[in-house]
């Protein structure tokens, strides 16, 4: 075991010695803080880690399914270019309605095109205007059981060298219980395993926060 075993004290390290976060997204963190579904929302440190990356590959067409209240997509969004395109898709007008509060503090509502429709139907209408082959980026953090039709949606729309991430694959360690067989669980078993043997994709699974499953598009 050469992973580091996370306490809350390291834990508060990590975030003291290098977390980079703008008020307004501290902002939407403690406002999030307060709602029922917080556990959600991605950890600022994964977010970072997500801005980081968008940097990295130079992503300017990126695409999110499931939004929550919106911190992951607005440190993707900031990490964009100016010009740079986030379309964001969910099903809930309440929470989003926050994250669009957000995204207009930060001055990064016009980077971002919130579809509020189920995912897969969102993906398709993309993929009927011609759209794929035309994304650099995606995160997929909605529902568990329909990862792998989101995968293959988004499989279309990414451009080879793109990128995506999917979230949850740890399942706080469920996945790795055998006696765990709900429907999450298997789904996020099978997804994982599906990816191992597909020759469209080189990825790497990251133990951070609830587990990041990364796939370059080849
Ligand atoms: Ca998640």
Redesign the pocket.
Known sequence: MKSIQLTEQIYSYMLEASLQETIIQAELREKTASLPGSI???PPEQAQFMGLLTKLIGARNCIEV?V?TGYSALSVALALPPDGKLIACDVDPATTKIAMEYWQKAGVSDRINLRIAPALETLKVLIDDGDSGSYDLAFI?ADKTEYQEYFEALMLLLRPGGLLIA??VLWSGRVAETSFKDADTEALRKFTLSLKDDPRVSTSLLPV??GLLLAVKL
Request: proline residues 0%; hydrophobic residues 30%; aromatic residues 10%.
């Open positions: 959600m929302q991605v499931g929550y953090d979230d949850n926060a609830d």
